[in-house]
Structures are given as structure tokens and as C-alpha cells.
């Protein structure tokens, strides 16, 4: 079945210690996208990636990197310098960013302890 | 700036009728977009209409597109206890320079009651 994969599901992190959420797709999209959640909040853009080597700041880059390195692979790393890294992180993909649909993984929960 | 409300709540009677609402303020939007989002569970894309539309049927779902008013809204028919979720409206607008942005609202609550 064609989707998007994120890994793990659940995370707890100490705090002072990097994470990397793991996102596949296997849609052949060329876009790919991370978002935070908050409790009661919106979707706000993390970082987003229009094509493989390449990927641009999103509204709250601060404290996160990424890297897409294939087409299929867009993992996110939440650093130490994340002040408040607890938050549901989505991943998302869409066929080009030139105004396609975007579809979205399960999520995956970060509980920094 | 885009910006993309919503309400934040909205609780109906199973077997009645559910309308969520949605404003946004950026002209040059080309697809309207619904999410559902279940607890802790990713976003599902529900339906989209295309700017140029102004209504769109699926089963028990309509979407209305008022462009003049930048009023978008989500009937759901016959609402069951199964479609207790949080909607999203979203938008995707041309920002020029070949480059498209897609914002989202905050998300409406819908809860169903037996």
C-alpha cells in the first residue's frame, strides 16, 4: 500500500539529548513537509522540502534540522537547542508543492522527560 | 498575512445535521481543503474544491464555497458518534515567484452525542 511512514510512534527524550523522527514515503512525491501540533493548536510548518538535496525553513525552524538525502526519506531531528520539544509531530508529502494535495503520516508523539 | 478561522467547538445530536465553518483572507487560493483528525491519529484528507466551484457533493458530505466572501463551510449529513474528530480547513494560495503556501486553520472539535 502506498503512504507515509512515520517511526517511532512514541518517543520520550531526556532532556539535553537529540531525537530524529523518521518519515517514508513511498507515494514517488517529490515534496515532503514536518509539522508541530500542540494540544488545542493548529499546524505550524517546521521545515519543508521541495525536492531531494534541498529544503527550506518553515515558521519555527529554530531548534530542528533535517535532511533529504532520497526522494522517499525526510527525517527530522529535534535538537537540545528545541526549548519546548514536547509536541505530536506530523509528516506530510504532496506529488510537487506547486499547489497539490498534501497527505499526512499517523504522527508521532515527542514526551521530553 | 493568510490567515485561515475557524471555530474551536461545535457539538451536535447524532442523526442531525453538522455545519463547520471556515473564513480565510487570501484571494488568490486555488484549493480549499478538509482534514479529519481522530485522536492521536495523523490528518485525513476528507475533500478539496477547486476555487472556481461553489459546492462539491460526496456521499454525506458538502462543501459550500462562498468566493465573495472567502466563506468556506463542511455539512456532514446523518452525523454519527464516529464522526466525533477535529476539522481542519486549509488552503493552498499562489505567493508568487512560482511558489505556493498552504496555511491551516486552528481546527473545529467536533463532538457527537448519542
Not at chain 1, 15 to 39: F, K
Not at chain 2, 79 to 85: C, K, V, W, Y
Request: charged share 20%.
Amino acid at each position: 500500500d502506498g503512504g507515509i511512514t512515520q517511526s517511532p510512534k512514541y518517543l520520550f527524550r531526556k532532556e539535553g539529548q537529540n531525537v530524529t523522527l523518521s518519515c517514508e514515503q513511498n507515494l514517488n512525491h517529490d515534496a515532503m513537509y514536518w509539522y508541530r501540533q500542540d494540544p488545542g493548536q493548529g499546524l505550524r510548518l517546521i521545515y519543508y522540502s521541495q525536492i531531494v538535496n534541498d529544503f527550506q525553513k518553515g515558521d519555527i525552524a529554530e531548534g530542528y534540522s533535517v535532511s533529504r538525502e532520497k526522494k522517499e526519506s525526510f527525517p527530522l531531528t529535534v535538537t537540545s537547542a528545541q526549548k519546548n520539544p514536547t509536541a505530536f509531530y506530523l509528516c506530510a508529502s504532496s506529488r510537487t508543492s506547486s499547489g497539490n494535495t498534501i497527505y499526512f503520516g499517523e504522527g508521532s508523539w515527542l514526551t521530553v522527560v | 498575512g493568510e490567515d485561515v478561522e475557524q471555530s474551536l467547538f461545535l457539538s451536535v445530536r447524532e442523526g442531525d445535521s453538522s455545519v463547520i465553518n471556515c473564513t480565510y483572507t487570501d484571494s488568490s487560493s486555488t484549493y480549499l481543503y478538509w482534514y479529519k483528525q481522530e485522536p492521536g491519529a495523523g490528518l485525513q484528507l476528507l475533500t478539496y474544491i477547486f476555487s472556481n466551484m461553489d459546492m462539491k457533493q460526496d456521499q454525506r458530505l458538502t462543501v459550500l464555497l462562498n468566493k465573495k466572501d472567502k466563506h468556506l463551510s463542511l455539512r456532514i449529513a446523518d452525523t454519527q458518534t464516529g464522526d466525533s474528530a477535529i476539522y481542519f480547513c486549509a488552503e493552498i494560495a499562489y505567493s508568487g515567484a512560482g511558489s505556493y503556501q498552504l496555511t491551516f486553520g486552528k481546527g473545529t472539535k467536533l463532538s457527537v452525542i448519542p
